[in-house]
């Protein structure tokens, strides 16, 4: 958020949730497991459903898969 990045304030926040077979994270499985603000969390959450992962494939056919990821919010 640039209100934390103007005062210099770096993060972290660690999400847990679903990827699903089209490579999409199903909003609704969303677990904050850490954070170290709550506007780090709120960036997460709004960019969740933009991003595309590769899905997880079991015998090769593509599967739902829990994931847990650490999002870093560091200043350069």
């Known amino acids: ?27 609704g499985s969303f677990v904050l497991l850490e954070s170290s ?10 960019a969740l459903p933009g991003m595309y992962f590769r899905p997880a494939l079991l015998n090769g056919q593509k599967i739902r898969q829990l994931v847990q990821l650490p999002f870093v919010f560091k200043l350069q």
Request: charged residues 25%; glycine residues 10%; neutral net charge.
């Open 1 to 27: 958020p640039d209100s934390l990045r103007r005062a210099g304030v770096e993060g972290q926040v660690t999400a847990q949730f679903v990827v699903d077979t089209t490579g999409r994270v199903d909003v």
């Open 37 to 46: 603000h709550g506007r780090f969390t709120e960036s997460v959450r709004q």
